[in-house]
């Protein structure tokens, strides 16, 4: 016997205009959000960052590839990980569907990561996607971007990430069950151990190319980044939510099958 209230047809619908009125404000701050992002004053960035890419060496300046503008998913995959992150890879999983999109839009996108170019590619062989993967390995591209971490840093304290410094990493917040024991499951998960594991960090950057000078726009990280997981936005609309009980998500091609 469900727990959850039964009504009928038009108690339902009363509740679902109720609702609708909240999810049109919600849309609309939304919009205004949006709007504030695409007025942030731009920053030039000077700094010539090489990275290495299916093509070859490459600057910042060529992966917008003819387009103007650029937006990068900050990958968690460290030089010392054997796999990427399994978060970084489910919200991944939907790159290759509206790259093609951004593309015909003037945007070009593309992670990068700080493991070398042949552990990037070899793993995404494995998981199937065609996406662009650019290599940071030896530049300063994930410090100076708030995404990478030396040991020392950790250390001693001195990590700033999400426009805040920390002590420890912290969890996404919300996730039940999560903490040191869900870290540890996705360090294991990645190859690696949890204190290496923590020297990456997920994010998204975006850029603009005007004139011949690149310039930064806006980046965000943590929670930030929820709006990309597509998995999410549609359990969110799913009868139970996002029904979590830990960190239950897997590589995709990890799941047992059903």
Known sequence: ????????????????????????ELTRRSDELARRRQELPWVRVDKEYRLETDEGSASLADLFRGRSQLLV????????????????????????????????????????????????????????????????????????FSVGFTEEQRREGRVEYNYRGEVAFEWRAGQEGGGEGAEAKFAAMSGTDVATYHRERPGMSAFVLEDGVIYHTYSTYARGLDGLWGMYQWLDRAPRGRNETGAWWRHHDEYDER
């Open 73 to 144: 998913y900050h990958f968690m995959f460290g030089p010392d990980y054997t796999a990427g992150c399994p978060s970084c890879s489910a919200i991944a999983d939907g790159f290759d569907g509206f790259a093609v999109h951004l593309e015909n839009h003037d945007v070009a996108m593309s992670a990068i990561s700080r493991a070398p170019l042949d552990k990037l590619q070899a793993f995404k062989r494995r998981m199937g996607w065609t996406f662009p993967w650019a290599s940071s390995h030896g530049s300063d591209f994930n410090f100076d």
């Open 1 to 24: 016997m469900t727990k959850h209230m039964i009504g009928t047809r038009e108690e339902w619908l009363a509740a679902r205009l109720e609702l609708l009125e909240a999810e049109k």
